[in-house]
């Protein structure tokens, strides 16, 4: 494809896979690398002995997670969609609904479609598994919608 809902790489201009673990996002920028490009930096990197770098700020690449999250809640901080989804995304793959339908409903609020979606498909999948979520069609409509 051209192009898809999340834009091309800001390095190699190359639109972003639709397979997300076949892209990077970046904590300190909340940019998301194709795999290419940060595999390239990598290897360039580990060839002139560099310390790990972000592609697109330039600035040094987090060594642990823990450092990883304090970046990314800051990007949260500064109103970054972006980040919220990731966040969002980590939440809801530990099984905290509650919060990882806080950070995408926010997500949403700033006007991330990959977020709408989510939302949809979270809601409508809530509500068919009995997870405590009021069948609400309207909303799993409005967000699909605006995905």
């Known amino acids: 494809p051209e192009s898809s809902h999340l834009g091309d790489c800001p390095i190699c201009c190359l639109p972003i896979p639709l397979d997300l673990n076949k892209a990077t996002m970046m904590p300190c920028c909340s940019k998301l690398i194709c795999d290419g490009c940060d595999h390239a930096n990598q290897k360039r990197e580990a060839k002139g002995k560099l310390g790990r770098k972000c592609l697109f700020c330039r600035k040094p690449v987090p060594s642990t997670t823990d450092r990883a999250d304090k970046m990314v809640m800051k990007r949260i901080e500064a109103n970054d969609s972006a980040a919220m989804c990731q966040i969002g995304g980590k939440c809801l793959k530990e099984g905290d609904y509650d919060v990882a339908l806080d950070y995408f409903k926010k997500a949403a609020d700033l006007g991330n ?28 409509v409005y967000h699909l919608e605006r995905a």
């Open 113 to 140: 479609v990959g977020a709408h979606y989510i939302l949809g498909h979270i809601l409508f999948q809530m509500h068919c598994d009995g997870e405590g979520v009021d069948k609400d069609v309207k909303k799993e």
